[in-house]
């Protein structure tokens, strides 16, 4: 790959071509880096002692001479003698010649000096009409409306609601779940063992993590589950549940790692050592309104494990952020449901302090029976739902769509192994399923993974998909 390289006191800097190709190979020290398209990563190396000290600073480009700060921006460790390699996307620049150059800030206001300037010629035809003097100020740009292939045919409901099909992206490997950041980022587990970040639009080439000595046994283990921090922002928080090889068989590890350029690292294991089925591990995490980290496991495979006060198999847990047993758990236990067998994923209604559960117990039909625990001053309200699908469920939301009153509170549920989605209108308190659909996402595809975003759209992981569904 042909690159630029410009040394000064606080980058080494060079453009790389995001989508092969390249560069001319120009001059050490700055000068002209020749015809670009626009839509090149920048890169450079940033010291830092830590990740944690690395993920504190920002980054700002100067495009002939007007500043933006760079968004996007994903540094990878471990760290090189000339510091933590880092990239970026381009900001939008109209066709002719620009002159870039890069600085590092911190949120106190302290800016470094500017690294030497860059000529780039921005080939016409390929970019955005911005001007680079117009960058800082430019709306975000819908890749949607500029690449219409991501499109896909629009949805309709039976009650006339028109969703949008959208490719988020592609290159996805065995996807089993999605965790959404506030910066709009979006966490995804690959069953085989990496955490992949897609970030405006783009899945990232190196992942954010890789996990060592997973249980995988084809479309069964490995990584099962991934949640956000809903304080990411203060903590950088990512928690990841998967299943772990052993000399006793596969079994359950909890691990809560932080976000740094990028990158989860600095693990700490929360649990460890729970045993998993041995033919379908089965198991998520998810937070829920009061901020605590809930935690279903399947039953290891022996279903009378459920109901032992000493096991935490069939059980949904409740924890704290840092995995210890919140004050308000009844015997100072962290077990908060009990009786489940191979929970595939939970979700919240934050509206009614409902906890959904789909829970996979192979009965007449293969129906799904999604469990309903409701927190009260008696402890929980246990109800079971079932509805017709093609085989056990692969994942569940509850989508928050306030704008859009048909969909708002409406819990959507996937089916392990065909391309639809089942719709479920409940009725006041969730006391009742009111109405269900089956909705077609992809007839070539399975659905892997279902997360709801804080936007109101419900985010779609295909075999090697993620799309988003949105009302129009």
Not at 420 to 439: C, N
């Amino acid at each position: 790959m042909r690159s630029i390289e410009l040394i000064c006191a606080v980058f080494a800097i060079s453009m790389f071509a995001a989508c092969g190709g390249g560069i001319p190979e120009p001059p050490s020290g700055g000068g002209d880096a020749g015809t670009i398209t626009g839509k090149e990563r920048i890169g450079w190396d940033q010291q830092a002692a830590t990740a944690s000290d690395l993920a504190a600073i920002k980054y700002a480009i100067y495009i002939d001479g007007n500043r933006t700060e760079l968004s996007g921006v994903s540094c990878t460790p471990p760290a090189a003698a000339s510091g933590f390699p880092c990239s970026a996307p381009l900001p939008s620049m109209t066709a002719g010649k620009h002159t870039l150059e890069l600085s590092s800030f911190v949120t106190d206001g302290s800016e470094s000096a500017k690294s030497a300037a860059i000529s780039v010629n921005v080939s016409p035809g390929v970019t955005s009409a911005v001007s680079a003097g117009d960058a800082a100020a430019s709306a975000p740009h819908d890749e949607n409306e500029s690449r219409p292939d991501r499109t896909r045919p629009d949805l309709r409901t039976k009650d006339g609601v028109t969703l949008r099909v959208d490719l988020v992206a592609d290159g996805i490997s065995d996807p089993t779940s999605i965790g959404l950041t506030p910066d709009g980022r979006m966490f995804v587990a690959e069953r085989a063992g990496e955490v992949r970040t897609i970030r405006d639009g783009q899945l990232e080439s190196i992942p954010a993590l890789q996990v060592q000595d997973l249980f995988v046994d084809g479309d069964r283990g490995g990584v099962l589950s991934v949640s956000v921090d809903p304080a990411f922002e203060q903590t950088r928080f990512v928690y990841v549940l998967d299943v772990t090889t052993g000399d006793s068989g596969p079994s359950f590890r909890l691990s809560r790692f932080r976000e740094a350029g990028g990158v989860l690292a600095e693990r700490a294991v929360l649990l460890d050592r729970v045993t998993a089925a041995p033919d379908r591990p089965a198991g998520s995490i998810a937070f829920g309104p009061d901020g605590k980290l809930y935690v279903a496991l399947d039953d290891g495979g022996d279903q009378d494990r459920a109901f032992r006060p000493g096991s935490f198999n069939g059980k949904v847990l409740r924890l704290n952020p840092d995995g210890t047993t919140p004050d308000d758990q009844p015997g100072g236990s962290p077990v908060y449901s009990v009786n489940y067998r191979s929970p595939g994923d939970l979700d919240w209604d934050a509206a009614t302090a409902t906890l959904w559960v789909a829970d996979w117990r192979r009965q007449e039909a293969d129906r799904l029976s999604p469990g309903r625990s409701v927190a009260g001053r008696n402890g929980l309200e246990r109800r079971s739902f079932k509805f017709p699908l093609s085989s056990g469920p692969s994942s569940l939301a509850m989508l928050r769509a306030p704008t859009v009153t048909a969909l708002d509170r409406n819990l959507f549920v996937a089916s392990g192994d065909d391309g639809t989605i089942m719709r479920v209108r409940l009725g006041e308190g969730a006391r009742e399923i009111v109405s269900t659909e089956s909705l077609t996402i992809d007839d070539s595809a399975r659905v892997r993974a279902l997360e709801a975003g804080a936007d109101g759209a419900l985010y779609v992981a295909l075999d090697r998909e993620i799309l988003r569904v949105s009302p129009r």
